[in-house]
């Protein structure tokens, strides 16, 4: 008599906790226990204690800490990968099931240049909405040439490329620096051609020196010795339109205030800028999709601004008359 076939063992297999799984992801993704726990809404104990769960019921480290970061082990880096999966697939399954027409709400964390949300980005954030009503931006401002934690934001928009294993980085904006100043500054000075630009109050900035504007003018490259110096730019530029003075700035964050007659620039002068704006994220990030069309729009809204402006040139008799 023929022995019938030895069947699969049937023993179930012993799955974790959903809340261990998210916090593994989560963790893994953030490189920290910390930001984890805030996106989850959990204590940091509470995603220790998750993790050190999984480490024991798997037998080996998920994490290891690397200076002030906690990074995955290579099983634990695979590990979140794959449960990432799998919980993009449970999120997509419980809204096939809800028959819920409405795209879910996708909130992406993004760090940004200051100078470039206030002069630049918030004006144009109504159109992303219009085009992507389902993203939600939480902005946080960043005001120093040395990036933040890479790992602790979606998209970082900053002064600095980051060169780490696993992440995208692409340059914004390929721009020139101007000089700019309000028209009734410039109506204080009747007759007012290039060579007056010394004599006007000349607004400084940290992170550019006036000397390279001025020689490129022709003009003597004396660095001015008096002035109000800022630090960011977008700050600068607003004080330029209320007529504190003139100022450098790049072409693309003066673009508003040019194309609404606020301020006009000085002369056809243009400088190439050093300092540029690159768009950063991490590969593999769960909200990837919505990284890329936010990333997506920010190149449109440049493209869209990419015709020469047809504001008024000062210094030119026949195109400026204050």
Known sequence: MAKAP??????????????????LEAAARHRSFSRAAEELALTHSAISHHVRALETSLGTKLFQRSGSQMAPTSVGARLAEQVRGALDDIESALREAGNSAA????RLQVSVMADLANAWLIRRLPSLHAQVPSLDLHLRLHAEI????????????????????GFECHNLIEDHVIAVASPALLARFPGFTLADVPRLPMLRFALRPWRDWLEAAGLPGDEPERGPIFQDAGLMLQSAVAGLGVATARAQLAHDYLASGELVQIGPTRIPSSLHYWVTWREGNPREKAIQQFHAWLQEQVRLEGAPMPAAVAGNAAQFHP
């Open 6 to 23: 030895a069947r699969a063992s049937t023993r179930p297999v012993h799955l974790p906790p959903l809340q261990a799984l998210r916090a």
């Open 146 to 165: 040395t990036p933040p934690d890479p790992y602790s934001v979606d998209v970082g928009i900053w002064h600095q490329r980051i060169d780490l294993p």
């Open 103 to 106: 795209p879910p709400v996708i």
